[in-house]
């Protein structure tokens, strides 16, 4: 159990439909990202947030939004879906970045978002 | 710009033998952290071992050790001792400045009875 808990773990919805992605980091770590994996592929970086702010934007499209809250945690919203928007999105949390960079990514279990 | 390469997209082993996984980065960050993840069927990503920037010594955990050539920008990954269920993808990754994350693509490894 890596400490971070992402819900809904499974998500079947419909084109055009809108999902939100919850995310609890764990205990402790200031820093959330969120990242998508299609079928066979690798990670792709989507946002991350520091204390409530975002700190930096990979490909997210416009279509998706996220923020993290004061309790730290993180909601990622994916609207108007698409059928290539069918993806594993995973959470992930790290402790703030000290000098020599150590702190590995703790990541969720991944919610496994499908668009019919 | 900061960026992870892992050229080997498939790789078979043996069981019981001994396994590296290419990766080379490239930063222009003083200070960094390299480190591998393996992504079985399940979906999990699973942290396997951390190699500082700062360290002269190779890391090592268990079967997983990292070969780190800083001058050669390489972080390479080798398992020994194959088990099958080693099985599964496995992710290169580097933590740069403002805590970013930086992800290879990935090499899919498979053991072989």
């Known amino acids: 159990d890596s400490g971070v808990t992402q819900t809904p773990k499974h998500l079947i919805t419909a084109t055009g439909q809108r999902v939100t992605l919850r995310c609890s980091p764990r205990s402790g770590d200031l820093s959330v990202y969120w990242y998508q994996q299609s079928l066979d592929q690798g990670l792709q970086f989507l946002i991350q947030y520091y204390n409530g702010e975002e700190r930096a934007k990979g490909n997210i499209l416009e279509r998706f939004s996220a923020q993290q809250f004061p309790d730290l945690h993180s909601e990622l919203n994916l609207s108007s879906l698409e059928l290539g928007d069918s993806a594993l999105y995973f959470c992930?949390?790290?402790?703030?970045?000290?000098?020599?960079?150590?702190?590995?990514?703790?990541f969720g279990e991944g919610s496994r978002l499908t668009v019919l | 710009a900061q960026k992870i390469t892992q050229t080997q997209p498939g790789m078979f082993v043996q069981e019981k033998e001994a396994v590296t996984l290419d990766c080379t980065y490239d930063?222009?960050?003083?200070?960094?952290?390299l480190f591998w993840y393996k992504q079985p069927s399940s979906g999990e990503m699973i942290f396997l071992i951390y190699?500082?920037?700062?360290?002269?010594q190779n890391a090592t955990e268990g079967r997983y050790s990292l070969n780190f050539q800083k001058a050669r920008k390489s972080a390479n990954l080798v398992i020994s001792a194959s088990q099958l269920g080693d099985s599964a993808m496995y992710f290169c990754a580097m933590k740069g400045d403002f805590n970013k994350f930086y992800f290879g693509s990935g090499t899919k490894l498979n053991v072989k009875p």
């Open positions: 992930a949390s790290s402790v703030a970045g000290d000098r020599r960079n150590t702190g590995e990514l703790f």
């Open positions: 930063t222009s960050d003083q200070s960094y952290g």
């Open positions: 190699q500082g920037s700062y360290d002269e």
